[in-house]
């Protein structure tokens, strides 16, 4: 973004994503990284429907909003592609790769001695 904005490009939309990744994968990941199990069950788009219903009910109840929307167990289940390829061309840009910048993230986070393995 920096680059971007030091540049003399105006005007422009770029799509700032280094990987395509489901949610699976990054979850997976993160939970590595922080030395816990990662997912190991496969919510399906009926569970979630279910889930998000269910979760509804902090807000009539517990006067909380959800975690869980519906619009979030919709997204899961969602495959999108992007493509970086404009910003890559533009600036001579390269990503970091995403299991390297969720490792780096984690770092720079305490994690509870419980949790972790590392």
């Known amino acids: 973004m920096i680059q971007l904005m030091e ?3 105006v005007n422009e939309r770029f799509i700032l994503n280094g990987d395509d990744c489901t949610y699976e994968f990054i979850f997976k990941t993160i939970a590595k990284h922080i030395g816990l199990e990662g997912p190991t069950k496969y919510a399906s788009p009926k569970m979630t429907e279910i889930g998000w ?9 517990l006067f909380k909003q959800p975690s869980f929307t519906k619009e979030t167990a919709r997204a899961s289940h969602n495959i999108r592609k992007y493509s970086n390829q404009k910003i890559k061309d533009a600036l001579n ?5 995403i ?3 969720i490792k780096d993230t984690v770092q720079h986070y305490p994690i509870p001695a419980k949790n972790a393995k590392n």
Do not use: G, N, T, V
């Open 93 to 97: 840009f390269e990503f970091i790769d």
């Open 7 to 9: 540049s003399d490009i």
């Open 53 to 61: 219903r269910l979760a509804s009910l902090q807000k009539i109840f």
């Open 99 to 101: 299991e390297k910048s």
